[in-house]
């Protein structure tokens, strides 16, 4: 598998070296003999070497990972649920990308450099020997200076590795319990696709990631409900989960401030004491009310919190809220919040135990409260706001309690995704503009013939 991932690489290296020619100029640069000058281009062999390394770190200690975590868990994780393949990917694309950080470095500064070429970039020796002396001759530095913009890509490989390999096993292992195939080529290209449309389902990855952020709640809620998932999973999972965001979200700051991480901290045990106590009560609350009803009202609630959520980045919020503009998006967001806490609350009550109404209701507070937090900053970072939208995307379809639900979300998520801005392009071409006073006036000459 890591001889492929080499190859792919060597493959697409042309592509990926800017500048990168026009769409329909593509057919004419492959014939410009790129492709065929791969083993005399310095970048290609940084980008076959960053692959080596990555791709045969995370490949192979993923099942070395599921087996050991199997063991430490005692069986509180099973090799057929999802948080087992979560955690597995997550360790090994974070050992991967932390060791493949000095050629993922040097693959981008000789791609950077290719045209024009210069000199200390020219082959895989001195790009490394200028990066090292960036560091200011000590060893310690040199060593600092390879490693630079490890969490960024630590982050990266971690997410991306779960939504790729993570989806991909466990895509696998649902279609073969099913019987819908048999072990070959198809099964492997089936799950396959369908991991790729987990990393694939980005162009508008804001609203695309607040839907699969619902679809891997309701998920988590049927699980609970029939016994399928450990409540104490759960809480270990989101815990974690919302520790690695929280830290995310302080490397994103100006400046470290520990006042905000006791201030979390405190907040945090708040939650926790909150929400234990107030379990027994929200699993009897709606006990005289029908099933029908709970899930028309979760329905509503849940479509009230899509349309009212904050879909605006970080910056621009700011801006807005520095102008005068705050009140009606603060409002709808607060709104959007209560409507999904409402939500999970009646959805909690139909769970038959007090620790999976805790797990359920903390869970609802990380995704709907914290999630939408750490998201707005991610989209200063195109790349990491992609990841999490990947890891997102590949949970919510992965975790599906039933393989019959993966097609209709993956056609929900593709047409909001796809569907949405080609029918606003379309429709442009109907677009009156109004015209006024206002408009800045437009001389007109008159030519006068002699």
């Known amino acids: 598998m890591s001889a492929l991932d080499m190859f792919s690489s060597a493959i697409t290296n042309p592509i990926d070296v800017p500048p990168l020619p026009p769409c329909p100029k593509v057919l004419k640069f492959v ?10 281009d310095p970048s290609s062999i940084a980008s076959v070497l960053r692959e080596g390394i990555y791709a045969t770190i995370r490949l192979g200690t993923y099942e070395a990972h599921k087996d050991l ?3 430490l868990s005692n ?4 090799r057929e649920g999802i948080p087992l393949k979560a955690l597995s990917g997550l360790m090994s694309g974070a050992i991967g990308a932390t060791i493949a950080n000095p050629a993922d470095l040097i693959k981008i ?14 082959s895989i020796t001195s790009s490394l020997r200028c990066v090292y002396n960036e560091g200011g001759g000590t060893l310690f530095g040199g060593l600092r200076a390879l490693w630079r913009g490890t969490s960024a890509t630590v982050t990266r490989g971690a997410i991306v590795t779960v939504a790729q390999i993570g989806s991909y096993d466990h895509f696998k292992q649902v279609i073969k319990s099913h019987r819908l195939m048999d072990e070959g080529i198809p099964l492997h290209l089936t799950s396959s696709l369908l991991a790729g449309l987990v990393c694939s389902i980005a162009s508008n990855p804001v609203v695309t990631q607040h839907l699969s952020n619902t679809a891997l709640f309701l998920s988590t809620f049927a699980r609970l409900k029939t016994g399928r998932l450990d409540p104490r999973v759960l809480v270990y999972l989101g815990s974690g989960l919302s520790i690695l965001g929280f830290g995310i979200y ?9 006042h905000r991480l006791a201030q979390a901290l405190k907040s945090s045990i708040l939650v926790f004491l909150a929400l234990a106590s107030l379990a027994p009560v929200l699993r009897t609350l709606t006990a005289a009310t029908s099933d029908n009803s709970i899930w028309a009202l979760a329905a509503g609630l849940f479509i009230l919190h899509t349309v009212l959520a904050d879909y605006t980045p970080e910056r621009v919020r700011v801006v807005h809220d520095r102008v005068g503009g705050e009140g009606q998006g603060g409002l709808t967001a607060v709104l959007s919040i209560n409507a999904a806490v409402s939500a999970s609350v009646v959805l909690a009550s139909r769970l038959q135990t007090d620790n999976a109404v805790f797990s359920l209701m903390l869970f609802a507070v990380q995704s709907f409260a914290l999630l939408p937090v750490l998201r707005q900053r991610l989209q200063r970072y195109p790349v990491l706001s992609l990841t999490l939208t990947c890891f ?3 949970l ?6 039933s393989p019959t639900l993966v097609l209709p979300l993956s056609t929900l998520l593709a047409l909001v995704t796809f569907g949405s801005p080609a029918v606003l392009v379309w429709s442009q ?7 006024g006073p206002w408009d800045p006036a437009i001389p007109q000459l008159n030519s006068k013939k002699d």
């Not at 069986?75 to 099973?78: F, Q």
């Not at 450099?113 to 200390?120: D, L, S």
């Open 31 to 40: 014939s410009n003999s790129k492709l065929m000058d791969l083993p005399q």
């Open 396 to 401: 919510s379809l992965a975790a599906l309690p």
């Open 75 to 78: 069986g509180a994780l099973t």
């Open 109 to 122: 500064r000789m791609q950077a450099h290719h045209n024009p070429p210069v000199p200390e970039y020219a």
């Open 429 to 435: 071409r109907y677009k009156n503009r109004i015209r």
């Open 392 to 394: 997102v995307t590949g």
């Open 69 to 71: 975590l199997y063991e």
């Open 250 to 258: 302080e490397i994103g700051s100006p400046r470290w401030a520990y």
